[in-house]
């Protein structure tokens, strides 16, 4: 295991209690990140996702 990740997952660890990180953007192409729980449920209706 590469010496940042381990680092990473130590540090994450102290902070939090847990050792994984999930890593997901939530955007249509062209539009900022999704930051809100509004934009989400929005953005969801908009692309007719299932």
Same mark, same amino acid.
């Given at each position: ?7 990473? @997952?130590?540090?994450? &660890?102290?902070?939090?209690? +847990? ?6 953007? /939530? @955007?249509?192409?062209? &539009?900022?990140?999704?930051? +809100? ?6 953005? /969801? ?6």
């Amino acid at each position: 295991m590469p010496i940042l990740e381990t680092a990473t @997952n130590f540090e994450l &660890e102290k902070r939090t209690g +847990s050792r994984m990180l999930a890593n997901a953007s /939530f @955007n249509v192409r062209g &539009e900022p990140i999704i930051c +809100s729980p509004e934009t989400v449920y929005l953005t /969801f209706v908009k692309t007719g996702m299932d």
